[in-house]
């Protein structure tokens, strides 16, 4: 088969969805040695050509605006490349693309419209809706996503299939030396002990939560920093962050949080091994994965209790109501203070987080590769 995979969004910090792309080419790169692969790519993305496997291609987009991206330079290049199959993540174009596995992370903008301006929103959902009418086959990466795939646009359930993200193998034992971590911590102007926040600065994400019940918190162990590690996104512009700068200064625990804004990979891993907590309070979330990563380095998780977040985490977390920022600072003193449960945690974290591969997602996405390209 010849395939071609969407990969424009790498290098642009698009968050879980970013990531869990380029965790899907990694592992196809060591799983699949016989398809050839077209990689449709914009600046910025993280690839050589001497980085890729022989069977792997890279092809540069000639324009880097989506909204010409996507109905007009796809379809053409699909038929110039004489693809059996595409892989687009979200939104498929209106026209050509006949075998195409759409990726479909998530529905938020139909089941929590609040968080997503008016006409953004009105606008995605059409396009969505159209999408996943076309797809040859739709894969989304839990349950709970593929209930509201299947309910929002009736979808038949042999058209959708649930393969989860997984966990990169560097997050596992990273063996960070403690004179490596230091310094990258102190370059980034964290001290230890801190409670982590890691996502993108979005309504949905709940990071003022987190912030009020890190007030809280604070008051009992004045030793302690926040630091809030992700940016606003574009199609979500509602002042959200501004907002998040209000709050802080407003606070008396001001002095003890750090706003870091994106962090390189590399940086983003020292901060999950320096980390004493990671507080993920997200009421909408697709998947998820910063708390996955956060127990494959051994750090507890505090997340917010969802039907999300009860799937994917299990017992591994200390689920808190959404949005109650009092039980989130009661979560981080427990773990503060109990040495026992806080081993427990870190135990039960890291044995749910080697359930979630790469190698594994990257065959069940080869299997789909098949069927739909027949």
């Known amino acids: 088969m010849r395939i071609g995979i969407d990969a424009h969004i790498l290098g642009k910090g698009k968050g879980g969805v970013e990531t869990a792309l380029l965790g899907i080419i990694h592992a196809l790169f060591e799983l699949d040695k016989k398809n050839e692969y077209l990689l449709y790519v914009s600046s910025g993305h993280p690839f050589g050509e001497a980085d890729l496997p022989s069977n792997f291609r ?24 004489r693809l059996d199959l595409i892989h687009l993540q979200r939104i498929m174009p209106p026209w050509g693309c006949e075998r195409c596995v759409l990726h479909v992370h998530d529905v938020l903008y139909e089941t929590h419209p609040q968080y997503f301006p008016p006409l953004k929103r009105r606008i995605f959902n059409a396009m969505a809706r159209a999408s996943v009418k076309r797809a040859t086959h739709i894969v989304t990466v839990t349950e709970s996503s593929r209930k509201d795939i299947q309910r929002v646009y009736n979808i038949p359930p042999q058209r959708v299939t649930v393969i989860s993200n997984g966990v990169e193998p560097r997050f596992f034992h990273s063996g960070m030396e403690d004179d490596l971590l230091q310094a990258a911590l102190r370059r980034l102007g964290v001290a230890q002990p801190y409670v982590l926040v890691l996502g993108m600065l979005e309504r949905h994400k709940n990071t003022h939560v987190a912030i009020r019940a890190f007030d809280e ?35 008396p625990s001001a002095d003890r949080v750090r706003a870091l804004g994106y962090v390189s990979n590399e940086d983003r891993l020292s901060l999950l091994n320096g980390a004493a907590v990671l507080l993920f309070p997200g009421t909408a979330e697709g998947f998820g994965l910063p708390p996955l990563e956060a ?10 209790e969802t039907e999300t977040a009860i799937e994917v985490y299990g017992d591994a977390a200390l689920m808190t109501k959404p949005l109650d920022h009092l ?10 203070s109990d040495e026992q449960l806080r081993s427990e945690m870190i135990t039960r974290g890291l044995a749910r987080a080697r359930r979630f591969r790469w190698d594994r997602v990257a065959g069940q996405l080869l299997e789909v590769y098949r069927n739909a390209a027949s």
């Open 58 to 81: 890279l092809r540069r987009l000639p324009v880097s605006n989506p909204w010409i991206q996507r109905p007009l330079v796809i379809p053409v290049l699909y038929k110039q490349d």
């Open 217 to 251: 918190f604070v008051k009992r162990h004045p030793n302690y920093l926040l630091v809030l590690v992700g940016r606003g996104r574009s199609e979500t512009r509602s002042g959200y962050p501004a907002e998040l700068r209000a709050l802080i200064g407003s606070l």
């Open 295 to 304: 127990m494959a380095c051994g750090v507890p998780v505090i997340a917010a």
């Open 327 to 336: 039980e989130n600072a009661a979560a981080m003193d427990r773990l503060a």
